[in-house]
């Protein structure tokens, strides 16, 4: 090969300059090493000479390794292999050599040349290569064990399922493999439906839906499909992976639950269509009915004056109760006709800006009377002269149920009205408090207030009598009018309501 002496030295110092060198006697003692060696060992040239190569161990091999080495070399043939070893600083690096073994003309080997060559960048690769190896059938594992997983090639045909993918379409998988999962469409979805979806995966990306399927035996399941292509060098798919996960409970659960909501919304209108007609049939039975009773409180009346003038005493005080009875069961009515037009929606509004003085001296010329003649006392704190935009009406009816009510419920015991300016979500207003020291409410009690035909509890309404009327009315006007009412008590020590309305009503008010 080599025809000149030049050569050959030209071949030695490339192989100097390239190659890990080193020359041990028969014993393996260290007699040269080359600068390449001294360099990756990080040992001094001094260092070494002398020593075997166990002073570059790196204890990463067994005995085996460093027996086959020697047995190879004991019958004069070249050891090829790999070697890790550890540099002086306690760095490890990786040698790929061949040992070659040199004998004299009494073919005994006296001296072994070492030449190797640096590879410990391919073993860091071959390492990391491993372990994402590793890795990727730790994630294969997973995905199998978690999901139903399908690979197919680009024109869709499957050459791949996992053991999921069987148990829920109930096939084998030689029944899958080379199909297409025309094999489990349910018929469910629309041509549309996997236009788009191919369409999205032929691009390069990813299609993600739920898709609903039929098993082998005829039963049909749900799944949440995520698909993903995998591009060649030329960014074409040239196979896809599905993965999918069983939602048949979630869907079937969805589908009761519209069906449910459905049903419930169906029920909502029907009662406020009966609710509308009740009390339309409430309305028209109170006009009907406040008719003749107008007549008969009417009568009672004019025989009452007759009966005194005659001085029939005795026919006079029947006169007075059915008189009485008369107006209680006007008032009742009235009630019915005022929370049948609330529920219907038919309550009108008279606005009109009122004196708060004025309002609150009608209101006690008209309570007080009662409050005396149960024996309490009636105190009234109202230090505003303003004007109130409200339907006077109503308010003025608010505050006669209000302090009714407290009357109602205290023997021999205060009430107090309490008139002040408030303000509430940045609007003027004000705030009326009627503060008693009856009986007072439980909180179970409190929760039942403001709704029609109810009391605090049967007790009550029958040692004190009423229909439950007056305080939900007395809320739904406070309401309507852009106010309402609340309330807090202790049981035994007295309640206090308190209504606030704004001083001007909201323009949806006024509309």
């Not at 800006?353 to 010329?365: E, G, M, W």
Request: with cysteine.
């Amino acid at each position: 090969m080599f025809t000149e002496l030049k050569d050959v030295k030209h071949a030695l110092t490339a192989l100097e300059l390239s190659s890990i060198i080193s020359i041990t006697d028969h014993n393996g003692i260290i007699t040269y090493a080359n600068d390449y060696f001294c360099d990756i060992s990080k040992f001094d040239r001094n260092e070494i000479i002398g020593n075997s190569h166990k002073v570059i161990s790196s204890g990463f091999h067994d005995a085996d390794h460093f027996k086959d080495l020697w047995d190879t070399l004991g019958r004069k043939q070249v050891w090829k292999g790999e070697m890790k070893n550890r540099a002086k600083d306690g760095s490890e690096f990786w040698i790929s050599m061949s040992v070659i073994p040199l004998a004299n003309d009494a073919e005994e080997v006296y001296q072994y040349v070492s030449i190797g060559k640096d590879i410990t960048a391919r073993k860091q690769n071959e390492n990391t290569l491993l372990k994402t190896m590793e890795n990727l059938h730790d994630i294969e594992n997973a995905l199998d064990a978690s999901s139903i997983v399908a690979i197919t090639d680009d024109k869709g045909v499957i050459t791949y399922v996992n053991e999921k993918f069987c148990e829920i379409s109930m096939y084998d998988r030689e029944e899958l493999l080379g199909k297409t999962h025309r094999i489990i469409n349910s018929g469910f979805h629309p041509k549309t439906f996997f236009t788009d979806m191919w369409s999205t995966i032929k691009r390069g990306h990813v299609w993600r839906g739920e898709v609903k399927n039929r098993a082998k035996d005829g039963s049909e399941y749900w799944m949440h499909t995520t698909i993903v292509p995998f591009l060649d060098d030329e960014h074409k798919p040239r196979q896809f992976i599905a993965i999918r996960t069983d939602i048949t409970d979630r869907v079937r659960a969805e589908t009761d639950l519209a069906e449910r909501t459905k049903q419930l919304a169906k029920a909502h209108d029907e009662a406020i269509q009966a609710n509308r007609i009740k009390s339309q049939f409430l309305a028209n039975m109170s006009h009907e009915l406040r008719t003749p009773l107008n007549a008969i409180i009417g009568y009672s009346e004019m025989l009452q004056e007759e009966a005194e003038e005659l001085n029939e005493s005795f026919f006079a005080e029947d006169l007075a109760k059915i008189n009485k009875a008369g107006n209680h069961l006007l008032a009742l009515i009235n009630d019915i006709l005022d929370i049948s037009k609330i529920e219907a929606g038919k309550m009108e509004l008279h606005l009109e800006a009122y004196s708060v003085p004025d309002l609150i001296q009608d209101v006690l010329t008209t309570i007080r009377p009662l409050v005396e003649g149960k024996g309490n006392h009636l105190e009234t704190v109202c230090n505003e002269d303003g004007l109130i935009t409200s339907d006077v009406t109503k308010l003025r009816q608010i505050l006669i149920n209000l302090l009714s009510n407290a009357n109602k419920f205290t023997d021999a015991g205060s009430i107090k009205l309490e008139v002040y300016k408030e303000y509430r979500e940045q609007r003027m207003g004000y705030g009326f408090r009627i503060q008693d020291t009856g009986i007072g409410m439980t909180q179970d009690q409190i929760a039942k207030l403001f709704q029609p035909f109810t009391q605090a509890d049967a007790s009550t309404t029958r040692k004190y009598g009423g229909t439950g009327l007056g305080l939900a009315i007395s809320q739904r006007f406070s309401q309507i009018m852009g106010g309402d009412i609340r309330v807090e008590s202790e049981f035994g020590a007295g309640t206090t309501f308190t209504c606030w309305l704004p001083s001007v009503p909201t323009d949806e008010v006024q509309d």
